[in-house]
């Protein structure tokens, strides 16, 4: 059963930076893209970062600049480094992974507050 495992999330004030990481369980070589997600409440989850398995990433235009996504593939890490943070980036951050076959893996989210 594959599983992945959050950490990093927390309460930080306006400016300040937080670093999430992710374990996955599955297999390197089943791995096509590592992501990570929001949802903030009454709204609808959306995609905040991405890193294909070929290294390119893309982000939403509300974090670009402001958080960088990285993995180290042998550890099956992927991590969200997330600065100049904002009252707005409060949500329940999830990470997600997509097989070959486009299945979907996602974590149990970790919570991220920015206060102003």
């Known amino acids: 059963q594959v599983q992945l495992v959050e950490s990093g999330g927390g309460l930080v004030q306006a400016g300040g930076s937080l670093k999430l990481s992710c374990a996955a369980s599955l297999s390197i070589f089943s791995i096509n893209t590592m992501n990570w997600y929001r949802q903030a409440p009454g709204k609808q989850r959306e995609l905040v970062a991405r890193i294909t398995n070929g290294g390119s990433t893309n982000y939403a235009d509300s974090v670009k600049g402001r958080f960088t996504i990285s993995r180290e593939i042998a550890k099956k890490m992927v991590y969200l480094q997330m600065n100049s943070l904002k009252p707005e980036d409060t949500a329940v951050y999830y990470c997600?992974?997509?097989?070959?076959?486009?299945?979907?893996?996602w974590g149990q989210g970790t919570q991220v507050t920015v206060s102003s």
């Open positions: 997600n992974v997509e097989n070959w076959q486009l299945n979907n893996y």
